[in-house]
């Protein structure tokens, strides 16, 4: 695709259920990020990923949070027994190796209700 | 201490009227200084990008960067009401490698008509 796709746009979930957030980075783009936005809030940075580094988890707010990505390819982020504190948008982005420009997709509305 | 700081605002000035958005930051291995904008329910998107110290012109827009104060700022002149956004600087040691992307907390900007 064009550009950083993710999946789905809205989730609304009940308290204590498990959700998973999608990030379909820019093909050939090595680097990718996971961050959270609260309403009204800055970028909270949670996971970077670059390449088959070991990733960068010093941003998950706890063990509920976990990402996975295979390759240079989708990343899933997981959210287990969801809180209503982590309601937010989750914002994905990706960079190629060389490059300054973080490419941003529309993020994901999460409500826990 | 956070390794960038970014006043959220809310900031609100007249149309017309000259804007100034300021970051600074502690860790002084940050060599490339990049402004992101965000609307309202989308991601952010890059506006300005520039690498060592002085000012870097575009349009309306001035990035400046002083390495010495540790203290990067963007200039918005004739100001518009489409300016209003959320203004994130971002900053980054390397180019190459596994640096990720460091982002202030976002300044929320309005234009006042």
């Known amino acids: 695709g064009a550009g950083v796709s993710q999946s789905p746009s809205n989730k609304v979930t009940e308290k204590g259920k498990d959700v998973e957030l999608r990030c379909d980075p820019i093909?050939?783009?090595?680097?990718l990020y996971w961050y959270r936005q609260r309403l009204g809030q800055g970028l909270e940075f949670l996971i970077y990923f670059q390449g088959n580094s070991a990733p960068d988890k010093s941003g998950l707010p706890s063990d509920r949070f976990s990402a996975e990505r295979t390759g240079e390819s989708v990343s899933t982020l997981t959210i287990q027994r969801t809180q209503q504190e982590d309601s937010a948008v989750y914002l994905c982005?990706?960079?190629?190796?060389?490059?300054?420009?973080?490419?941003f997709g529309q993020g994901t509305r999460l409500t826990v209700v | 201490q956070k390794e960038v700081e970014q006043d959220p605002g809310p900031l609100s000035v007249p149309e017309g009227a000259i804007v100034s958005l300021n970051c600074t930051y502690s860790n002084s291995a940050f060599q490339y200084f990049m402004w992101y904008r965000q609307y309202s329910r989308k991601g952010p998107e890059l506006l300005m990008y520039t690498y060592s110290s002085g000012n870097k012109e575009d349009g309306r827009f001035t990035a400046q960067v002083d390495k010495s104060s540790k203290y990067i700022s963007l200039f918005i002149r004739d100001s518009q009401p489409s300016d209003s956004a959320t203004y994130l600087c971002?900053?980054?040691?390397?180019?190459?490698?596994?640096?990720?992307?460091?982002f202030g907390t976002g300044t929320r900007l309005t234009i006042i008509p």
């Open positions: 982005a990706s960079s190629s190796l060389d490059g300054t420009e973080a490419f």
């Open positions: 093909s050939g783009h090595t680097a």
């Open positions: 971002a900053m980054k040691a390397s180019n190459f490698g596994n640096e990720k992307l460091t």
